[in-house]
């Protein structure tokens, strides 16, 4: 059983377009997040939701936009796509963002990840 | 702004040798460094992880270290297969709950 599962695992397209990621967990976590990966393998943060709700926006192009249907799905849609979008895209989630008890970051568990190539 | 530096990008060892990966961070409230291997076309998996309470800990061939007054981390394999090879990630959280800051990756080579 696949734990966080995300599609399509390859996107080709072209500039300009909007395309769209989706990603589900089935982990039963309350907060879900998507990464950007470059060709370099540097992973960095863009979205986190907790519950449905936005928790953190790494000053991220207004052309990504996600969206959180409920705390089992985290998708992420990208308008007019730029050569600059090419990577490789992951969703992650984990138990809660850690904030509460003891304050103890909770492990965050990735996708696959979804290779988006801009022609 | 906050950053997490890793070496050495890249590792070649002989089958049965260690394998030593360092990262540094700057955040002084980072107090979780989790370690990630990440194989060609897949997702990072989780193989580790050390909260700001502990020094050191261990899972069979797999260590990790934790000097917070120098603020680095260290990851240890220990009798290193071939199937070690991969990319590992070493990331410290942010004062920000939830986030992770990650370095720039190792890959690792194991020759049999």
């Known amino acids: 059983d696949t734990a ?3 599609t399509p695992k390859y996107l080709v397209t072209q500039m300009g377009n909007d395309k769209s990621i989706k990603c589900e967990q089935n982990l039963g976590h309350d907060t879900m997040y998507w990464y950007k990966q470059d060709s370099k393998k540097f992973l960095k943060i863009m979205f986190s939701y907790n519950n449905k709700e936005l928790i953190i926006n790494e000053t991220v192009p207004n052309r990504f936009s996600p969206k959180s249907p409920d705390k089992a799905h985290l998708n992420l849609h990208i308008n007019s796509l730029e050569l600059g979008d090419s ?4 969703c992650a989630s ?3 963002l850690g904030q509460g008890g003891l304050g103890m970051m909770q492990p965050q568990h990735f996708g696959d990840g979804t290779r988006l190539s801009i022609l | 702004g906050e950053n997490v530096e890793q070496h050495p990008s ?7 040798d260690s394998a030593v990966i360092k990262c540094t961070y700057s955040d002084s409230a980072s107090n979780y460094f989790p370690w990630y291997k990440q194989e060609l076309g897949k997702g990072p998996q989780l193989i580790i992880d050390i ?13 990790v270290t934790l000097n917070k007054t120098a603020k680095h981390f260290s990851l240890h394999i220990t009798e290193t297969q071939p199937e070690d090879s991969a990319v590992y990630l070493c990331a410290a959280s942010h004062r920000q709950w939830g986030k992770l800051i990650f370095g720039q990756g190792t890959t690792l080579q194991v020759k049999p």
Do not use: M, P
């Open chain 2, 10 to 16: 890249t590792l070649s060892v002989q089958e049965g």
């Open chain 1, 94 to 96: 984990s138990q809660d």
């Open chain 2, 51 to 63: 909260r700001s309470n502990v020094g050191e800990k261990k899972d069979q061939r797999i260590a």
């Open chain 1, 4 to 6: 966080v599962s995300q």
């Open chain 1, 87 to 90: 990577a490789v895209y992951f």
